[in-house]
C-alpha cells in the first residue's frame, strides 16, 4: 500500500484523494486552514469546492504538516498556484531527499515566470518535481466519469510509479518526458478561456469561441516551442485538449470570470462573484511578459490583458484584432 498525502482541501485536492484512496492508497488530505480541516472532518465533504463528494472515513484530514507528510511515499501538491511556493516552504526539513512531489496546479508564478514544478526544485532542490495535467474538471472526476490526464517527469521510472498510483477504469493517465510543455498548456490555456467567455459575455457565438480555440492553441504552441517545449505535447492532452474543456466548460472558472467581464464587470467584480480563483489572470501578464522575452506574437494574450489591465472594452478590443493585417495561416508553408 502507498501512503499518499494530499496538500490542500479544495475540491481537485478532495477529487484526487478519492482517486488515490479507492486505488487502494492510504491518504491523508492536510489544509492549512483550521476551520477547513473542521468542516471537512465534519462534513465529509468540501461544501463549496466540490459538494456531494464524499470522502470516505478513512482518509485522514489533518491540519498537521508533521503528522500529513511523515512516512508519506508520494506528497500531491494540491493547493492553488499562487500559494504552491510557500505550502512547499513548509515542507523544507519535513521530506527526504528524492521525495516524489505531484504538482496538480496550473500556473506561472508572478515575477519570476516560473512553473510550478520549476517552484518545487527552487525551494526543495532534492525533490522528484511531476506534473499531473489535463481536461480533468474535479466536479465529474469526483463523479467517476471518464477522464484522461497526463503527467510529465524528468525521470522515466518515476513516471511510470506516479501512473501507476493514480490509474484506473475512470482515470486514464499517460506520461510524458516533456513537463514544461504539459505545465505551459496548463497554464496557458486558462488566458485563452477567459477570452472565450468575454466573447460569450458580448454575446458572440460559436464560430468565435472556435476561432480563439484554434488561434490560442496556436499562440501557445509557438511560445512553448520558443521556452523549448515539443509541439506535439500541445497538440495532446495538456495542449489542446485542456484547451477545449476549459473554454467550453461549466464547470470552467476562468470562462465564467471571462463571460462576467464581457458583460462588463471589472476583473475583481468577476472573481469575487466567482469565488473562486481565476488563475488565468495571474498567468495573462506572466504570458505577455514571457511573449516579448521570447520575441512570439500572441495577440490573444495581449488582447487578454488590454481588457483586464488597461481598462480597455472588450468589444472595442475585439475589433481591432479582427482589423490586424492579414496574413497567412502557416507562413512557412511553400506557394507554387
Excluded at 501512503?3 to 486505488?23: D, M, Q, R, S
Excluded at 485522514?60 to 494540491?78: F, L, P, Q, R, Y
Excluded at 480555440?213 to 523549448?228: C, D, F
Excluded at 474543456?245 to 462576467?260: E, I, P, Y
Aim: hydrophobic fraction near 45%; charge should be negative.
Amino acid at each position: 500500500m502507498t501512503k499518499v498525502t494530499v496538500l490542500g482541501g479544495g475540491g481537485w485536492a478532495i477529487a484526487l484523494a478519492k482517486v488515490l484512496f479507492e486505488n487502494g492508497n492510504e491518504v491523508t488530505i492536510w489544509s492549512k486552514l483550521e476551520r477547513e480541516v473542521e468542516a471537512l472532518k465534519t462534513d465529509r465533504e468540501n461544501k463549496v469546492g466540490l459538494p456531494g463528494v464524499k470522502i470516505d472515513e478513512k482518509i485522514n484530514i489533518t491540519g498537521d504538516m508533521d503528522e500529513a507528510v511523515k512516512g508519506a511515499d508520494v506528497i500531491v501538491m494540491a493547493v492553488a498556484s499562487s500559494f504552491v511556493r510557500s505550502t512547499a516552504e513548509l515542507l523544507v526539513g519535513k521530506i527526504p531527499a528524492n521525495q516524489i512531489i505531484v504538482d496538480v496546479a496550473k500556473g506561472i508564478e508572478s515575477g519570476t515566470y516560473k512553473t510550478m514544478t520549476e517552484i518545487l526544485e527552487d525551494v526543495l532542490p532534492d525533490c522528484n518535481a511531476v506534473v499531473l495535467s489535463g481536461p480533468s474538471h474535479a466536479e465529474e472526476v469526483g463523479r467517476q466519469l471518464p477522464t484522461a490526464v497526463v503527467i510529465g517527469a524528468k525521470k522515466k521510472d518515476i513516471a511510470e510509479k506516479v501512473q501507476n498510483i493514480f490509474a484506473n477504469d475512470y482515470f486514464r493517465v499517460y506520461i510524458s518526458p516533456d513537463r514544461k510543455s504539459i505545465e505551459l498548456g496548463g497554464s496557458l490555456k486558462n488566458v485563452i478561456a477567459l477570452a472565450a467567455g468575454i466573447a460569450d459575455g458580448l454575446g458572440y457565438g460559436d464560430n468565435t469561441e472556435a476561432a480563439l480555440i484554434t488561434r490560442g492553441i496556436k499562440e501557445i504552441t509557438q511560445l512553448g516551442v520558443a521556452m523549448g517545449g515539443h509541439a506535439r505535447t500541445f497538440h495532446g492532452l495538456s495542449g489542446i485538449g485542456d484547451l477545449i474543456v476549459t473554454c467550453d466548460s461549466k464547470h470552467s472558472r476562468n470562462r465564467r470570470a471571462g463571460v462576467l467581464i464581457g458583460q462588463g464587470k471589472t476583473l475583481e467584480e468577476a472573481v469575487k462573484e466567482v469565488n473562486m480563483v481565476v488563475e488565468g489572470a495571474v498567468s495573462a501578464e506572466a504570458a505577455l511578459e514571457l511573449s516579448k522575452k521570447y520575441d512570439v506574437d500572441m495577440p490573444i494574450v495581449e488582447a487578454v490583458n488590454e481588457v483586464l489591465f488597461q481598462d480597455k472594452k472588450a468589444s472595442v478590443v475585439m475589433k481591432e484584432m479582427m482589423k490586424r493585417a492579414l496574413t497567412n495561416e502557416f507562413a512557412d508553408m511553400d506557394w507554387e
